[in-house]
């Protein structure tokens, strides 16, 4: 099916979803690289996200579903199919006591704020990281000593069919950057976390000074997709890099970074072919030198 007969046979079978034709990826991850999306989609609720996955699946269209593109690289050739973004347009919040019950598309910086203001605490090490909370359940995120699998209790998904399933804690078997939402591809809609009162000037205090530690440790003022790697069973990946001497290392302008070597970076203009080949140059070197295999973290979709 065509692009135009599939945007409009989208648009027949849920009324008013805001869709967009030929979408230029770079807009819309924090690398600011990627080509052009066939379709980009941005459902409002949970009844138009489960619409249109029935009628994408009954057309056999590959789909991709993203948050705010934190942890994401789009090949320069783009994505042949349909993205299914899930950010500002999903974000939805509600305090329910010592609970939050919130849409996937709520950054993390506005949960943890969510819940600084109604004066729950367990989410501050979550105020930094740059992603939604679909992509925090998806890889169990997680930062200074804390992970979403410690505050999580209760996830409502659907599959690529718009079947609807309830998962508890247990039965989403978080692990390290793993979950069955992400093993089993699952899509993750809604959640349920359980907090605990807090003094809001407690709360305040610590999401600041986790902040300031990621300020100071990360190159967080250049377009990046976060840590690149995994962490190796035994060892820092960043460390590895350095040790490698690759701190600072340029291919074309893509760079490993001189503040964090566990991040790749864009310097402005970098291609994602430029980012993969470094990618590649630094997992031989640590391999060469070290005898242990870097793990991309980051997620890479699309053609060259």
């Not at 409009?8 to 990627?34: W, Y």
């Not at 994401?72 to 199919?81: A, K, Q, W």
């Not at 410690?150 to 069919?161: A, G, H, K, P, S």
Request: charged fraction near 20%.
């Amino acid at each position: 099916m065509q692009k135009a007969q599939l945007a409009e046979g989208l648009q027949k079978a849920v009324p008013g979803l805001c869709l967009r034709i030929d979408e230029p990826m770079c807009n819309h991850t924090s690398f600011r690289i990627g080509g052009p999306a066939d379709l980009m989609i941005l459902p409002n609720s949970i009844g138009e996200l489960q619409q249109a996955l029935r009628f994408l699946n009954g057309q056999k269209v590959p789909v991709y579903i993203m948050g705010n593109g934190s942890n994401l690289l789009v090949r320069d050739g783009g994505f042949r199919g349909v993205i299914i973004k899930l950010a500002d347009n999903f974000s939805r919040i509600v305090v329910e006591g010592t609970k939050l019950r919130a849409q996937v598309g709520a950054s993390l910086a506005k949960l943890a704020s969510a819940a600084w203001q109604a004066g729950l605490g367990g989410l501050e090490f979550a105020s930094g990281i740059p992603g939604t909370l679909g992509g925090a359940i998806a890889m169990n995120a997680g930062a200074y000593g804390g992970e979403m699998a410690d505050v999580i209790r209760e996830v409502t998904c659907c599959d690529l069919e718009g079947g609807l399933y309830h998962f508890s804690l247990e039965e989403l078997e978080l692990g390290y950057r793993t979950s069955r939402v992400r093993s089993q591809g699952y899509v993750a809609m809604e959640a349920l976390l359980q907090l605990v009162p807090e003094d809001q000037a407690v709360i305040k205090a610590k999401m600041h000074e986790l902040n300031q530690r990621r300020r100071e440790k990360q190159p967080l003022n250049i377009p990046s997709a976060g840590s690149t790697f995994k962490r190796p069973p035994g060892y820092y990946a960043g460390k590895l890099i350095d040790e490698a001497g690759l701190r600072g290392f340029t291919h074309g302008r893509a760079q490993v970074s001189d503040l964090h070597c566990g991040f790749v970076v864009n310097l402005g203009g970098a291609t994602a072919k430029e980012v993969l080949e470094l990618i590649d140059m630094v997992r031989q070197r640590v391999w060469e030198k070290f005898r242990v295999k870097l793990e991309l973290e980051v997620q890479v979709i699309g053609e060259d």
